[in-house]
């Protein structure tokens, strides 16, 4: 069963510092998300790495993929109170049948940066 | 503009009653998800449909229903069975299931 854990779920910062959010997943896949969580609001779709060595950015945000370490990691930079919200990464798991294909979502790492 | 519409945004369940979630998307995509969230933990899977009259169970399925009649639409029914249904439900569609997610807006349901 395709386990994914992210670490840490609790994450306060000051505004320009750097830090990372880990996502470690128990299986192989073929596909990780980066999503974001505003307070009480939907998910807004950040990343998605498809390859090993995958590495995407976007502003102050930055993801990237290991495959063979099953490690995927979304690097803040310069934090601003801004980037305050939940992040989840989400896993694809596809059973050997093809008969199921899903996500499997992390628990979420709660970034609060603090001015 | 394209999109994924929840309604209603807040639901009040009865004891006993059954309840449904509106889903509908616009995005002419194939696949759809329903996923439930408590606080502060992440979503999980109760039901997903990838192509039209087909749908599978997902990781929570037990006291919940769904059906895909139409591309666009994909309710949920919270039935009595279900004994914990107070959650925040969100929906989501994307082109096929290798394809990046889109969620709407979400539906909070609480028990009266």
């Known amino acids: 069963e395709l386990k994914v854990e992210q670490n840490p779920l609790f994450l306060s910062m000051q505004e320009g510092k750097n830090y990372t959010i880990y996502c470690n997943y128990s299986t192989t896949s073929d596909r990780l998300y980066w999503y974001r969580q505003d307070p009480g609001k939907s998910l807004e779709s950040l990343f998605v790495?498809?390859?090993?060595?995958a590495v995407k950015q976007e502003g102050r945000l930055m993801a990237s993929l290991d495959t063979k370490a099953r490690l995927s990691t979304l690097h803040i930079t310069a934090a601003v109170h801004d980037l305050s919200a939940t992040y989840f990464c989400?896993?694809?798991?596809?059973?050997?049948?093809?008969?199921?294909?899903?996500?499997?979502f992390g628990t979420g790492t709660l970034l609060a940066v603090q001015p | 503009d394209g999109g994924i519409t929840q309604s209603p945004k807040y639901l009040f369940r009865k004891e006993g009653q059954n309840v449904t979630l509106s889903c509908e998307q616009n995005?002419?995509?194939?696949?759809m998800y329903w996923y439930r969230q408590d606080p502060g933990q992440g979503l999980r899977l109760i039901y997903y449909s990838q192509i039209v009259n087909d749908f599978q169970k997902g990781d929570i399925a037990e006291g919940y229903s769904v059906s895909r009649e139409k591309k666009e639409s994909f309710p949920l029914t919270v039935t009595s069975a279900q004994k914990n249904p107070t959650a925040f439900y969100l929906c989501?569609?994307?082109?096929?299931?290798?394809?990046?997610?889109?969620f709407g807006d979400g539906t909070r349901l609480s028990i009266l």
């Open positions: 995005l002419n995509h194939d696949a």
């Open positions: 989501a569609s994307s082109t096929t299931y290798r394809e990046t997610q889109h």
């Open positions: 790495l498809l390859s090993n060595g």
């Open positions: 989400a896993v694809g798991h596809r059973e050997w049948s093809g008969a199921t294909n899903k996500l499997i």
